[in-house]
């Protein structure tokens, strides 16, 4: 019997069209499905991380209110953050390192720390406290929304648009505060 003049005795490495075809039509729906849950887990994760920096920051606020009788004074605008950072830190002549003679309320506001990431961030007046996308926290001592405590606390979330004033609940909705 005489072979095939199109048929080959060995195999050449390789895949074969079909194993191709084949493999992307489970890998496509599995991609489908791992990518939209990563981002969703993703983005719940710097939620929570806000959230917890948020609780942090108010414990540093209640116990330097045991130490002065009152919470440091902020207006709630850009760089409010900064008076909280001088005053939770102890930085005031803006190097990153605790002045002497302070209290260091919140060790992990500091920007020469070793781990990867720090909730500071150098600005032109000096440090900012920022939430997990990089934005400013706001303060605002005394406070006007919040009324268990004297002050307000918030990010402005993902969107980095809204805050306390703002009228557009859209804007609002993601907006992560202490009331």
Partial sequence: MKAHPNYRKEKTPGFALREMITSLVIIIPLASIAIPTFNYIQKASRENKTLV???????GLEDYRRDYGTYPVADG?????????????????????????????????????????????????????T?????????????????RDDFDLWSLGVDAKGGPESNNRNATSNDICNW
């Fill in 53 to 59: 920096l948020v609780r942090l920051i108010s414990h």
């Fill in 77 to 129: 605008k850009a760089g409010s953050s900064g008076e909280l950072y001088i005053a939770l830190y102890g930085d005031a002549d803006g190097d990153g390192y605790v002045d002497n003679e302070t209290n260091n309320y919140l060790p992990s506001l500091n920007p020469h720390s070793a781990k990867s990431k720090t909730p500071t961030r150098a600005s032109n007046e000096g440090y900012l406290i």
């Fill in 131 to 147: 939430d997990s996308w990089n934005n400013e926290i706001y303060y605002r001592s005394p406070g006007l929304i919040n009324p």
